[in-house]
């Protein structure tokens, strides 16, 4: 499979939380979280469209100034999303500077902000041209745990407890759409942005009879023709399961996370969870609102995840984090055998 997301920690295991995915072919990216980024090159973060913050502790949000200086005077429109009180937060953090000049911009910058409670979103726009003031008509509708949805993928989310309320997020492909290049050469068709459009039109469930302008050879030149969606789809595509990839920061570890954070993540591809102390510290990271390693590892067992990346360790260990990554992963295998084999057992 020729994955669409390609995750990469921005800062390590140890530095700042940030997660930037890629997603190919579509020129765009999305971040879970927004702490240090100065290693991403302005070109890399003028793709990101759509931003999740886990909660607003310093080393998750610090990357935030550095996203909006990078965006103005770009025509661009950013997706925020944060918990309870964000938009209060973020428009404090805006009026900290003077506006006087915005207008001198030819290109608007808007920011598309949602504040997540656990009933409902709260949505507003705040836009360069209006020195980015909260707009009157916040907009509301229910939360089902489903943040933001497009035809290919959404973003699920669930709360957590890290003595405030804090957001881990899935990353969920609806279905991932292989190309059969043999197919493609056989029925003489070129590579182009149509398949694009072929795939966004599976995805939005159009008819079979869907017509879409395909370039082909024909007696040895290159024409234009309008072939419908059925026969292209049936033969040009396969389809399977779509990625996965989980995100959990910053959370204590008890039975109402441990559940909220397994059904959010099952099965998930790839699930970045924190680890911040070795289990021996566990009393330490039970008073700062933190996971062991072995806690982690745990969790990420009895979600079935395919692969755990343990990050978020504490800059304590950075002499010797192979000491984390080694106690969670040893949870992770020893939880995902011990599921195996009571899946297994006849008794």
Known sequence: MNP???PRLVNGPLG????????????????????????????QLLKISHVFISHTHMDHFIGFDH???????????????GPPNF???????????????????????????????????????????????IELDLKTKPFDGILHEEWSFLVRA??????????????????????????????????????QRLKEAIWKGENDDFLLRVPGYRGGKLKEESISLGPLRNRLIKITPGQKIGYVADTIYNRQTQEAIKNLVIGADQLFIEAAFLEKEGRRAWEKSHLTARQAGIMAGEAGVKRMIPFHVSPKYSADFERVFEEAHSAFRQTSEKKKLSKGSCF
């Open 158 to 195: 669930v709360f957590l407890d890290h003595k405030i309320p804090c957001l881990a997020f899935a990353l969920e492909e609806k279905a991932h759409l292989n190309l059969i290049k043999t197919e493609l050469e056989r029925m003489g068709l070129s590579k182009g942005p149509w398949l």
């Open 16 to 43: 700042d939380p940030a997660l930037y995915i890629d997603m190919k072919f579509a020129r765009r990216a999305i971040l879970f979280d927004l702490g240090e980024i100065q290693s991403l090159s302005p070109r």
């Open 4 to 6: 669409l997301f390609h």
């Open 87 to 133: 938009l209060n937060q973020l428009e404090n953090k805006l009026a900290a500077y003077s506006w006087n000049l915005i207008e001198s911009y030819s290109c608007p910058l808007d920011l598309v902000v949602v504040e997540v409670h656990p009933d409902y979103l709260k949505t507003a726009q705040l836009k360069s041209s209006n020195a980015f003031k």
């Open 67 to 81: 996203l909006l200086r990078i965006f103005l005077g770009r025509n661009k429109k950013v997706h925020f999303f």
